[in-house]
């Protein structure tokens, strides 16, 4: 039998539900390597279908010089302000 696209999945069943979320059910050909899991929006949707069922578009995950990304760096923490002077002193 030939997969599905490469991936093996052939059905997708998404359950929306009333808070914004919604459940992911990807059922496997091979009827038991099924994959359910949950998003918190629609762009957490796609991001989860694109993770189990695509592949990357051609310089995904490149910058405009056809280079890997460098991880994005933590923001610095704000420096410390100076202790304002005493009147007077």
């Known amino acids: 039998m030939k997969k599905h696209a490469g991936h093996g999945y052939k059905h997708t069943h998404i359950e929306h539900h009333a ?15 099924h994959k359910k899991y949950a998003v918190q929006s629609l762009d957490h949707v796609h991001d989860g279908m694109q993770d189990h069922l695509g592949s990357a578009n051609p310089g995904e995950g490149m910058d405009e ?15 410390a302000a100076a202790p304002a002077a005493m009147p007077g002193a």
Do not use: C, R, V
């Open 19 to 33: 808070d914004g979320s919604h459940t992911m059910h990807h059922e496997h050909e091979d009827g038991k390597s």
């Open 65 to 79: 010089h056809n280079q890997p990304m460098a991880a994005a760096a933590p923001a610095a923490a704000p420096a």
